[in-house]
């Protein structure tokens, strides 16, 4: 009758599991793309709370009465670092904040142009200061600087005739030969890096199933109704949440759809692996061993939650698109010094304002449901 129980419980928990790796193909039909980062951060939230108030409490009461040091905190310490080495060092792979090469090559030649065009504007300049000194009649002529604009009758020999043609010709050639594609191609360029498939998160799909594999593993191993009732309400009360967690981490790599679809079922299938394997050594180990074993290894899954968390999860969602700033002033020095009217100014000053207030609207939004995911595990930790 207990084998039933335990193989009935852990078919609830792989439906649950399911439905919850499901959740954020849903979201992000009804909200759109942000829905993703917003489910990555209340993911990140449930794995601070799974790691300090679920695996850690359940290794420490495991092992509190057999040890006076405290293994546990040791282990989860063991588990942080050797996740920052295995990714970091062994197998270290750096995050797509980089532009395509395409996007750069384009915006060299952007600059380029840019360039020319501020030394015509330099030229443009010296030109009507030129033709001011030799009429010298005192008229208080008001100059725009740009190319388009010197087209204002002055006394001038035939050498100046020539050179504001030759730049009145470049600027219609360069309109001509850009003007239908450049346009498209510079949006396409820039699209592109949001259409980039990044790589699938193996350490996160790697130290949630470790943690599943070991609540299924503690599920089969129990040996009475009661214990296993409690341990099975704690594994589907957190089990939906790290398959969520998952499936938002995935989606935000832009993988396929089959490819959300497969982990999402290993995935599902992990814990009914970790109860059988519960069951087998319920037979071959005793019960001190395997306490032994499980808080271990809840110990090791905690650091590593703990790390997935902050550095695979809220280090890239916080980082932001900071480093679209820096490219966008590298190159913007230019050889004169272009005075822009009160108007304009405004103008731009009150769009970046605007667009920093909103970038950290949004980060707090973020935070918020950080707060909100592990204020959820916080109340499941005392409710069950």
Not at 113 to 123: I, R, S
Not at 251 to 276: D, E
Not at 313 to 338: T, V, Y
Request: proline share 2%; hydrophobic share 40%.
């Amino acid at each position: 009758m207990l084998l039933f129980i335990k193989l009935v419980y852990l078919i609830i928990i792989a439906v649950a599991c399911a439905v919850g790796g499901l959740a954020p193909l849903i979201f992000k039909k009804w909200f759109g793309e942000k829905s993703l980062s917003y489910s990555n951060c209340l993911g990140s939230g449930i794995l601070i709370g799974a790691s300090f108030i679920h695996l850690l409490k359940d290794s420490q009461e495991l092992l509190e009465d057999q040890y006076d040091f405290p293994l546990s905190n040791l282990f989860c310490a063991i588990g942080f670092f050797l996740s920052f080495i295995l990714e970091r060092v062994l197998f270290e792979h750096k995050h797509e904040h980089s532009m395509p090469i395409g996007l750069i090559e384009q915006t060299k030649h952007d600059h380029e142009e840019q360039d020319t065009g501020n030394e015509l504007k330099l030229f443009s300049v010296q030109l009507h200061k030129k033709n001011d000194d030799e009429t010298q009649h005192g008229e208080e002529n008001s100059f725009v600087l740009g190319i388009g604009d010197i087209n204002q009758t002055s006394p001038h020999d035939d050498g100046d005739d020539s050179m504001i043609n030759l730049i009145d010709s470049s600027k219609k050639n360069h309109k001509h030969g850009h003007s239908h594609n450049h346009h498209k191609e510079k949006q396409d360029q820039l699209q592109q890096p949001l259409q980039q498939k990044k790589k699938f998160p193996f350490m996160l799909f790697a130290v949630l199933s470790l943690e599943s594999f070991i609540s299924g593993s503690a599920l089969g191993i129990q040996d009475n109704e009661v214990s296993v009732f409690v341990t099975f309400l704690a594994i589907v009360s957190h089990i939906w949440s790290e398959s969520f967690t998952l499936s938002a981490s995935v989606m935000k790599t832009r993988q396929s759809l089959k490819t959300i679809y497969i982990s999402c079922i290993i995935f599902s299938i992990v814990t009914p692996l970790g109860g059988l394997f519960g069951l087998i050594s319920e037979k071959i180990l005793t019960h001190s061993q395997s306490n032994f074993t499980t808080s271990i290894l809840l110990a090791l899954a905690s650091g590593c939650f703990l790390y997935v968390a902050i550095f695979e999860i809220l280090a890239e969602e916080f980082s932001g698109d900071d480093h679209h700033h820096h490219h966008h002033s590298d190159n913007q020095d230019i050889d004169i010094d272009i005075e822009l009217d009160d108007d304009q100014e405004n103008n731009v000053g009150h769009s970046h304002q605007h667009k920093h207030t909103r970038k950290n609207f949004f980060k707090w939004i973020k935070l918020f449901l950080v707060g909100i995911g592990f204020t959820f595990m916080s109340v499941i930790g005392i409710v069950v």
